[in-house]
């Protein structure tokens, strides 16, 4: 082979690389601009409604929990019942009405300790008559004041009937509370205790539907 032949050989070579070379490109490029292409439309093709009513897996909320309703406090009747517009009041036999507390004076030192108990054991023994109560009767300067209500048929039962209506923000409810929940433990045969959650303040109402729920009140 001559000189001139040896030299058109591997030029021949050269551009049949360049060629495959520039097919191979061609070709990456076509695959890269189809994979973008697809990549793009997967983005733009809107995601499919939502269920109505929010119902769906990603929905915290059921169709039951959104028809509900909560439930609408009612106060006890026997607020309006005894005409109680302050506490804490006892109703004892539904016949006798006792307003205030000596507990509070004794939180602050006014009265001997133990003239709120005392006294409750005193009118509890004018109203039952009952020995349980009468045996521990005692004298004592302070006397707190009955109010007959003249209902007939009332005291008939048993045991004491007592209504105490508290204001859940009424401090002197909270003093006197314990007391009579001491008294109602130590007279258990003779002495039955309803408590009443009554709406004085702002925000009573609230505090009583939650405290009645949870049985913190009888109602």
């Known amino acids: 082979m001559n000189k001139k032949a040896e030299a058109v050989q591997p030029r021949a070579a050269g551009i049949g690389m360049n060629r495959a070379l520039a097919l191979g490109g061609v070709v990456l490029v076509l695959v890269l601009m189809a994979g973008a292409y697809l990549v793009l439309r997967q983005l733009s093709t809107p995601s ?114 007592a209504y105490a209506f508290y204001s859940p923000s009424c401090s002197n409810s909270e003093d006197q509370a314990p007391i009579l929940d001491l008294l109602e433990s130590d007279f258990s045969a003779d002495l039955e205790v309803k408590r009443i959650c009554t709406p004085i303040f702002d925000g009573d109402a609230e505090r009583c539907k939650a405290l009645v729920a949870s049985h913190a009140y009888d109602e």
């Open 48 to 161: 499919p409604p939502s269920p109505p009513g929010g119902v769906g897996p990603s929905s915290t909320a059921t169709p039951a929990m959104q028809q509900s309703t909560p439930e609408e406090y009612v106060p006890s009747p026997l607020i309006a019942e005894y005409e109680v517009t302050g506490t804490p009041v006892l109703v004892f036999n539904c016949n006798y009405l006792r307003k205030g507390t000596y507990a509070t004076k004794e939180r602050r030192f006014q009265v001997p300790e133990g003239t709120e108990r005392q006294d409750l054991i005193n009118e509890l023994c004018s109203i039952s008559g009952a020995d349980s109560f009468c045996g521990f009767r005692r004298d004592t300067g302070i006397a707190g004041t009955l109010q007959t209500l003249d209902r007939a048929g009332c005291g008939s039962g048993a045991k004491v009937q």
